[in-house]
């Protein structure tokens, strides 16, 4: 089974950016859709951004104008650049493979800490 791990995540200031890298084990990634997730302390996995595998992208509203995806699918791997980080973007985020239902495709990795503190 395919496998992605994601890396990029750290502690920055409000105002701040990281890029989130989701880099995937095998060379199938690039035909299907990917999507950044995310869990703060205390509540539920929600979905961020995703991007299919021609370049349609969705973001959840509360990201939108502040986060970019991408897909590097010569080197797959999908990106996340954060800027203006807020206190309420510190979350472990993840990615998966998303199939025809929108539902992940894979066991979920460890994630990513981000944290946005002063």
């Known amino acids: 089974q395919e496998q992605l791990a994601e890396s990029g995540g750290g502690l920055v200031q409000p105002g701040g950016s990281l890029r989130l890298a989701c880099a995937a084990s095998?060379?199938?990634?690039?035909?299907?859709?990917i999507g950044w997730f995310r869990q703060a302390p205390g509540k539920e996995r929600e979905g961020v951004s995703c991007?299919?595998?021609?370049?349609?992208?969705y973001y959840a509203s509360s990201v939108k104008g502040r986060f970019t995806i991408s897909r590097d699918n010569a080197n797959d791997t999908v990106y996340l650049q954060m800027n203006s980080l807020k206190p309420e973007d510190t979350a472990v985020y993840y990615c998966?493979?998303?199939?025809?239902?929108?539902?992940?495709?894979?066991?979920w990795g460890q994630g990513t800490q981000v944290t946005v503190s002063s």
């Open positions: 998966n493979g998303l199939d025809s239902d929108g539902a992940s495709m894979f066991f």
């Open positions: 095998g060379s199938s990634s690039d035909f299907y859709p």
């Open positions: 991007i299919s595998s021609i370049g349609f992208v």
